[in-house]
């Protein structure tokens, strides 16, 4: 396990324990060295992953699209900082640069990414494993809808095992690492 993709809020939340998980996330990482990849923005829950990470040392990937460089503030001291053209480029280059997926707490912009590659995974376009850390009960709502979805017919009962979900940072990067 070399990197790590992470998606989450390009805000902080209402609780500080949503920034402050985001930052231990990235101490962990740095700890176990393994690299973080992510948007690259300096706000929020994307900066507290990356300043994590860079407080233990650690090596952070940032990529970015050109138009949001200036919107959600490009982090200009990563190990290295790519901006690309677009958001299709950026998702493209973070599921190269890793070797798995955690989704913190994070808004549409968050599930969006995810979903992709959780989607990917689901039709065998990879074998990366996909996991949600589920800070302050956040995605217990999504787990519960997600469920409903597999319970309506729509979504396969084996299609929930492929997604890792914690409650925390320490036991997920355990099984991630195992896997
Ligand atoms: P959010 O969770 O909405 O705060 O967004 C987290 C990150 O996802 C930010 O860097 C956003 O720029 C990014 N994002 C927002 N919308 C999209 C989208 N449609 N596709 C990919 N990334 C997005």
């Avoid at 994590?52 to 650690?58: E, K, L, N, Q, T």
């Avoid at 997926?101 to 074998?127: D, K, N, S």
């Avoid at 469920?147 to 997604?163: A, N, P, S, T």
Wanted: with cysteine.
């Amino acid at each position: 396990m070399k990197r790590i993709a992470v998606f989450c809020g390009s805000s902080s939340g209402r609780d500080p324990i949503y920034v402050n998980e985001a930052k231990n996330l990235g101490k962990l990482l740095a700890a176990k060295g393994i690299g973080l990849v992510y948007g690259g923005a300096v706000v929020g829950c994307m900066g507290a992953v990356a300043e994590g990470v860079m407080a233990g040392g650690g090596e952070v990937i940032g990529v970015m699209p050109k138009k949001l460089a200036n919107i959600e503030l490009a982090h200009h001291g990563l190990t290295e900082l790519h901006i690309v053209e677009t958001m299709h480029e950026r998702k493209a280059m973070m599921a190269e640069l890793s070797d798995a997926f955690i989704a913190l707490p994070g808004g549409a912009g968050t599930l969006e990414e995810w979903f992709e590659v959780f989607t990917w995974a689901q039709i065998g376009y990879h074998q990366k494993p996909c996991s949600l850390l589920n800070v302050n009960g956040y995605y217990t709502p999504f787990i519960a809808l997600f469920d409903h979805m597999i319970d309506q017919g729509f979504v396969q009962k084996e299609q929930k095992h492929l997604i890792i979900i914690e409650n925390e940072a320490k036991t997920l990067l355990k099984r991630l690492i195992n896997k």
